[in-house]
């Protein structure tokens, strides 16, 4: 079946630097992609749509210039939490649209000290 | 605007019995429908969906799920749970294309041996 591959799993950084956080779809391409963040024992939320080739399109109350998406190719989309600070750890968690349903990635979890 | 009720937070079962999750949704259009299981710390694993047909959805892992359009309800049933399906499961409806998903808040699964 389709996949979606995260990378990395895990992240832990320091207050005010920049991670970064790729999405690969590995057997199929996506035109879109989707971001969701999730706090601790709390559900998913989608943050912002990622589209090839044109800007990412950020639901109501994402800060569009701390969160930097980037969907360079048909397999790739990333996603940057810029100047992160602690209350930006979660885990963060990607979806692509193959035929058939959304699937995820395995998610990444941030941590920021 | 579209929603997700899973209106209950924890629900014990004892291994072997029967288990039903609830799940109520709110969408302007036709909706599509998924189950998602997550463990700790993991990705969101897709235990079935329905997108249009038969109301009856049978899914991975020996769970089953039907739609009831009269009651905007996608009730998740497995007839004899496993200490293997502890887990937290999401409710989550969207439209398909370019749309992402909308989660319920998520029912957390204890087995009891």
């Given at each position: 079946?389709a996949?979606?591959?995260?990378?990395?799993?895990?992240?832990?950084?320091?207050?005010?630097?920049?991670?970064?956080?790729?999405?690969?779809s590995l057997d199929f391409q996506a035109t879109t992609m989707?971001?969701?963040?999730?706090?601790?024992?709390?559900?998913?939320?989608?943050?912002?749509?990622?589209?090839e080739?044109?800007?990412?399109?950020?639901?109501?109350?994402?800060?569009?210039?701390?969160?930097?998406?980037?969907?360079?190719s048909l397999t790739l989309?990333?996603?940057?939490?810029?100047?992160?600070?602690?209350?930006?750890?979660?885990?963060?968690?990607?979806?692509a649209l193959p035929?058939?349903?959304?699937?995820?990635?395995?998610?990444?979890?941030?941590?920021?000290? | 605007?579209?929603?997700?009720?899973?209106?209950?937070?924890?629900?014990?079962?004892?291994?072997?019995?029967?288990?039903?999750?609830?799940?109520?949704?709110?969408?302007?259009?036709?909706?599509?429908?998924?189950?998602?299981?997550?463990?700790?710390?993991?990705?969101?694993?897709?235990?079935?969906?329905?997108?249009?047909?038969?109301?009856?959805?049978?899914?991975?892992?020996?769970?089953?799920?039907?739609?009831?359009?009269?009651?905007?309800?996608?009730?998740?049933?497995?007839?004899?749970?496993?200490?293997?399906?502890?887990?937290?499961?999401?409710?989550?409806?969207?439209?398909?294309?370019?749309?992402?998903?909308?989660?319920?808040?998520?029912?957390?699964?204890?087995?009891?041996?």
């Amino acid at each position: 079946g389709a996949v979606v591959s995260q990378h990395p799993s895990w992240v832990i950084c320091k207050s005010g630097t920049s991670v970064k956080i790729e999405c690969r779809s590995l057997d199929f391409q996506a035109t879109t992609m989707f971001w969701y963040r999730q706090f601790p024992k709390q559900s998913l939320m989608l943050m912002a749509t990622s589209n090839e080739g044109s800007k990412a399109t950020y639901e109501q109350g994402v800060e569009k210039d701390k969160f930097l998406i980037n969907h360079a190719s048909l397999t790739l989309s990333t996603l940057t939490v810029t100047s992160a600070h602690p209350e930006d750890s979660s885990f963060y968690i990607c979806s692509a649209l193959p035929d058939g349903g959304y699937t995820f990635g395995s998610g990444t979890r941030l941590t920021v000290v | 605007a579209q929603s997700v009720t899973q209106p209950d937070i924890h629900i014990t079962v004892s291994e072997g019995a029967s288990l039903e999750l609830r799940c109520n949704y709110s969408y302007g259009a036709t909706p599509y429908l998924f189950w998602y299981v997550q463990s700790p710390g993991q990705g969101l694993q897709l235990l079935l969906k329905y997108f249009s047909g038969d109301t009856l959805v049978q899914g991975i892992k020996g769970f089953e799920a039907e739609f009831k359009r009269s009651q905007s309800s996608f009730n998740l049933r497995k007839p004899s749970v496993h200490w293997s399906d502890a887990a937290e499961y999401f409710c989550a409806v969207g439209g398909g294309g370019a749309d992402g998903l909308t989660f319920g808040k998520g029912t957390h699964l204890i087995i009891q041996p």
